[in-house]
């Protein structure tokens, strides 16, 4: 065995890190760079704002961004005070017994089940045992049981995050439990829920297994009018548009590709702002 | 002298490990009853008792009973109770909210006050606090933003301002310089004309300052209670003695 300096190897193993790295960023980079290489000259206010016609091939995508608007803030509607709800259960009320242990255990598995399981549930329980259809609410309602386990994490973490002291001082002036989770906890707490929110939503609108059998058409020739009302919707527009039309303009799917990936970002970039506001302001 | 609270044959646990043996001891009205005792000998989990703040620790259990004005506490409505006996903690945790809302906080969610009278209550805490003149300009400021001292006293004027009728300081100037202490216990004094009040200290010369009668814990049991001075001058028990003189602990 030979043996490096100890200048050479420091050296070494700096550049394989610094080489890590920058493979992390490269495929953003690169997917960004891409996208908008070949998608810009599709962008424009009559893409955004029409319906498809010739067949997908020309016009624009409205519906598909009407559909993914309207399914996630049905989604986000039903699964955020649901998920701030058992968050706050979990943590300031649940007592440290077998049922608490099992419901935690649950949470952290159900996080892990992969998104087509999720689209089949819903397809078995919302689509066609509670009969609402393909629909946007169907949609929702999968898109909301898929995300419970990140908002239910997220807001727990939050409510970590406001100090046990305060609470036992708020206790200790008599003030009860549920009043002090009202007045103390939860608007310390809230900052941190919101942007876990935001997260949430800039992550539910791309995906596509879930409202692939429960929300989502290949097209519809008008805007949706109900909330049980097929739709289409962004990323199963994406596949479509990119699998099953032939002849399709190659700027009209990286522009779809475009929009979509704008909107994730924008709500990413604002959920990181947002935190950066609140922990400037934070007062303890 | 009237009796205010009294404590028969409590014992507590945490767990399977024994905080308090056996104690019984009273507690007289407008008095300081200062508990000394070295650390672990059962003192503040005597104190968190007294308003049922170790309700929230699971591993807590007792048996035995306590009584305020003849009154079982342990069959009263816990938030009622501790609005009659409040609490000050070692440190001290303003709520993150501004000077103002700190001591209208309690009252509002209480609906003690209604909003005219808010001033005047926020007012009058903060005087018998002794920080009225402190903070009188800056009532609409974070309260994260005072001295440790200052937000030791805005913590005595929160619990003021719910009107109790007994206070429990858990060792309130562990935290504090000597200026600042010298403060608290000015204020403590003022206050047992209208309160009765608890005092944990590990600080032997405070309880010989402030209290009336003053109380040895040690190991979870009550060695010796007795007037201040009969206890600094003349203790009963052995262990007192070496206790007091820093022979011990």
Redesign the interface.
């Known amino acids: 065995m030979f043996k490096l300096s100890p200048k050479l190897s420091q050296k070494i193993f700096y550049t394989l890190l610094a080489i890590s790295t920058a493979i992390v960023i490269v495929p953003v980079l690169l997917i960004v760079f891409i996208i908008i290489k070949n998608g810009w000259s599709a962008i424009s206010w009559e893409f955004l704002t029409t319906m498809p016609t010739d067949g997908m091939r020309a016009g624009g995508i409205l519906p598909a961004i009407l559909g993914t608007l309207s399914i996630v803030a049905c989604a986000i509607c039903i699964t955020l005070p649901v998920g701030v709800c058992a968050a706050i259960y979990l943590n300031e009320y649940a007592?440290?017994n077998m049922l608490t242990r099992i419901i935690k255990l649950a949470i952290v598995n159900l996080a892990g089940v992969p998104s087509v399981v999720y689209g089949l549930f819903g397809l078995g329980i919302f689509v066609m045992l509670l009969g609402f259809g393909v629909s946007i609410i169907a949609g929702a309602l999968t898109l909301s049981i898929m995300e419970l386990p990140v908002i239910i994490t997220t807001a727990r973490g939050a409510l970590n995050s406001v100090p046990y002291?305060?609470r036992?001082?708020?206790?200790?002036?008599?003030?009860?439990k549920w009043?002090t989770i009202r007045?103390?906890v939860l608007p310390?707490a809230l900052p941190g829920i919101m942007t876990g929110a935001i997260l949430s939503i800039s992550r539910i609108s791309g995906e596509t297994a879930p409202i692939l059998f429960t929300a989502a058409a290949f097209y519809v020739p008008h805007l949706p009018q109900s909330m049980f009302d097929q739709v289409m919707a962004l990323p199963y527009h994406l596949y479509i548009i990119s699998t099953q039309i032939p002849n399709m303009p190659k700027n009209i799917i990286f522009g779809t590709a475009l929009v979509l990936l704008m909107m994730v970002l924008s709500m990413s970039l604002f959920a990181i702002i947002a935190r950066l506001y609140f922990r400037k302001k934070?007062?303890? | 002298m009237v009796e205010k609270i009294r404590v028969e044959n409590l014992n507590c646990y945490y767990k399977d490990k024994q905080a308090l043996k056996n104690l019984n001891i009273t507690v007289e009205k407008n008095e300081i009853l200062s508990i000394i005792g070295p650390s672990n000998s059962g003192k503040t989990s005597f104190l968190r008792t007294l308003n049922r703040m170790n309700d929230m620790n699971v591993d807590f259990s007792r048996d035995g009973e306590i009584y305020l004005d003849e009154e079982n506490i342990f069959e009263m409505n816990p938030e009622k109770l501790r609005t009659r006996v409040g609490m000050l903690f070692a440190m001290p945790i303003p709520l993150p909210m501004s000077i103002y809302d700190n001591i209208a906080y309690a009252p509002r969610v209480l609906g003690l006050k209604n909003k005219k009278n808010m001033d005047e209550v926020v007012e009058q805490s903060l005087r018998d606090a002794s920080l009225w003149d402190e903070v009188k300009d800056r009532l609409h400021t974070s309260a994260i933003k005072m001295s440790g001292g200052q937000q030791q006293r805005l913590c005595i004027a929160r619990i003021l301002a719910i009107e109790p009728e007994v206070i429990l300081f858990d060792e309130p100037c562990s935290g504090l310089d000597p200026i600042s202490t010298a403060k608290v216990e000015e204020a403590m004094l003022k206050l047992k004309q209208k309160y009765t009040i608890v005092l944990v200290t590990n600080n032997v010369k405070q309880a010989s300052r402030v209290g009336t009668r003053t109380a040895f814990f040690l190991m979870g049991e009550l060695v010796e209670i007795d007037k201040t001075s009969t206890l600094f001058v003349s203790p009963r028990n052995k262990k007192t003695e070496d206790y007091i003189t820093g022979r011990f602990g």
């Open positions: 007592k440290d002291a305060f036992e001082a708020s206790w200790s002036l008599g003030v009860s009043q007045r103390v310390n934070r007062k303890w």
